[in-house]
């Protein structure tokens, strides 16, 4: 055990080398991503940020097994996942999504919306249900698990799409601006949850946003990515002392962060107009 | 009841007062002959008093409507899900079922017989071809149509072909479909009926021949009210399975 624990920290949990993706459409080929290459150790939390179509969300889907890179290798425990074909089940539970929308399943109440991955991996018994409740009541959904979709709000329906993806108890989580879509305070408040999910459970996430303040809070390392083609441009580590609340975001050190963040995007911004 | 319950209650019931008072009025005023444009009242008398002589026939067409109906709704499911996953299929198939859903059935029904002979069978298969090809369709619209995020749920969890039927792909297809069987209710009765007509004399549609060569034309009416009551009640039919199975808002 004590072996492999020291194993694991040394070894990348996910390592992305010098990975390609290019889409063929009718008209044209558009490389989305191009040469990346990242490695992310267990229970780090990393943010991927960066300007619309730059291949964030291409990214994370070549690791979720949705679709195949064009070119390099993509590595999960130092076993190559993008192989020819479906990608195993074995590989997909160690990983949970979670989409940019809810995507929930209409016909489906909020329960067995967050049950479905068990459902799906063949997860059955009294334990698997308990861990059901116990989620669901973590996001403060309990009274709601009997409604479906419709009869709950954006956010309850944001945070039914988070836990869903943690039900099967993965140890990667990988988010795609999970919580782009809701105003402000909503959003504050599902990142310092999010935050303690991450405290409590120690899972490695990949996060992917376009909101500075949110990435700096969040991450101990930052990937920013420019686009045209889609590619690495800088990685910014944030030692900002944990536990990370939001009283933080008013410190010099916070400050100076997102700013020097923000100025390394607009320089991309820049060099895209020259 | 709320009001608008009574409301689609009560305002087929009155338009069916309407109708047929106004028919009722306008055939004694203007002295219409009995064998031209019988009464409604006529009618009505006719279907009960001859009910005894039209029973039969009615089992007969409801028998074939349900028969082929149960046998082409799955099929037109099943051939949907096959098209719409092997582009072979579907372009060796399409234009085909196109073509069934065009081609006036009129006109295939005397070779069919020509095959089959008369009975039962080839009334059955009518209905069939009549009614496979419009659930085929929709339900092929509803196979394409799921929202590529689904897929993509389904895949990030590695689920199987049964699996991703099961629970993403048939309840996105459901409303798709039910379209399709709905109208294949209809289509089941009028191919019923068409099969009956051109050939063999059992089924509403071979007595509404027979009574209107001989001028009966209040039998033949009758029969035809018969036949409208198969129809609606197979439309109520589906209509109420559709509720029961789709209990959800999208
Ligand atoms: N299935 C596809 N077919 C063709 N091109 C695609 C496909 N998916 C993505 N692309 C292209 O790849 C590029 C990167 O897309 P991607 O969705 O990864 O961007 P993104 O960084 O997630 O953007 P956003 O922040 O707006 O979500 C875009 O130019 C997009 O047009
Ligand atoms: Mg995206």
């Known amino acids: ?274 | 009841m709320t009001k608008k319950r009574i409301e689609s209650f009560i305002a087929p019931i009155i338009m069916f007062l309407l109708i047929f008072t106004g028919w009722e009025i306008i055939v004694r005023a203007l002295k219409i002959p009995k064998w031209l444009l019988p009464m409604p009242s006529q009618i009505f008398k006719s279907m009960i008093v001859n009910f005894p002589a039209f029973w039969p026939h009615i089992l007969v067409t409801i028998e074939t409507v349900l028969l082929g109906f149960i046998i082409a709704v799955p099929i037109g499911i099943l051939l949907a899900s096959l098209i719409t996953s092997f582009k072979v299929v579907n372009a060796a198939l399409s234009p085909y079922v196109t073509f069934l859903v065009m081609v006036p059935l009129i006109s295939l029904v005397p070779l069919l017989m020509l095959f089959m002979g008369y009975g039962m069978n080839v009334r059955v298969v009518t209905v069939i071809i009549q009614s496979f090809a419009v659930v085929n369709m929709n339900a092929c619209t509803g196979f394409n149509n799921v929202p590529i995020m689904r897929q993509e749920l389904m895949q990030s969890l590695g689920a199987s072909r049964l699996q991703s039927y099961r629970r993403v792909i048939l309840p996105t297809a459901a409303s798709d479909i039910f379209t399709g069987v709905r109208l294949a209710g209809i289509f089941a009765t009028t191919g019923c009926i068409s099969a009956e007509y051109v050939g063999g004399n059992m089924g509403l549609g071979s007595q509404i021949i027979k009574y209107s060569q001989f001028l009966k034309t209040t039998e033949s009416f009758a029969c035809i009210f018969y036949v409208t009551i198969v129809g609606l009640m197979m439309y109520w039919l589906i209509s109420f399975a559709q509720k029961k199975i789709i209990s959800w808002k999208i």
Not at chain 1, 29 to 44: F, N, P, Q, R, W
Not at chain 1, 183 to 204: F, H, P, S, V
Request: with cysteine.
């Open chain 1, 1 to 274: 055990m004590e072996e492999l624990g020291k194993k694991t920290l040394q070894e990348p949990r996910i390592k992305f080398d010098n990975v390609s993706k290019v889409f063929e459409t009718r008209s044209q080929e558009i490389v989305a991503v191009k040469d990346y290459s990242m490695e992310v150790l267990t229970g780090e939390f990393v943010s991927i940020i960066g300007p619309s179509g730059c291949g964030k969300s291409t990214l994370i889907r070549m690791l979720d097994g949705i679709i195949k890179p064009t070119y390099g290798a993509i590595y999960l425990d130092g076993i190559q996942v993008n192989e020819e074909g479906k990608m195993p089940k074995e590989t997909l539970r160690k990983m949970g999504f979670i989409f940019q929308q809810p995507n929930l399943l209409p016909w489906y109440t909020v329960r067995e919306n967050v049950a479905l991955p068990l459902r799906i991996f063949g997860l059955s018994g009294q334990a698997w249900e308990k861990r059901v409740d116990e989620l669901l009541e973590l996001v403060g959904l309990t009274k709601s698990g009997q409604l479906f979709p419709y009869e709950i709000s954006g956010g309850m329906l944001q945070r039914a799409g988070v836990i869903r993806a943690m039900v099967h108890d993965p140890e990667i989580l990988l988010m795609d601006e999970p919580f782009g879509a809701l105003d402000e305070l909503t959003r504050e408040q599902l990142n310092m949850e999010l935050l303690d999910i991450w405290k409590e459970t120690r899972k490695t996430i990949i996060f992917i946003t376009h909101n500075v303040e949110e990435a700096v809070l969040l991450s101990s390392r930052i990937y920013i990515m420019g686009t045209q083609p889609g590619r690495l441009v800088s990685t910014v580590n944030i030692d900002l002392p944990r536990p990370r609340s939001l009283k933080m975001i008013t410190q010099p050190e916070f400050i100076s962060y997102k700013q020097k963040l923000t100025k390394l995007i607009g320089d991309l911004d820049l060099s895209k107009i020259k």
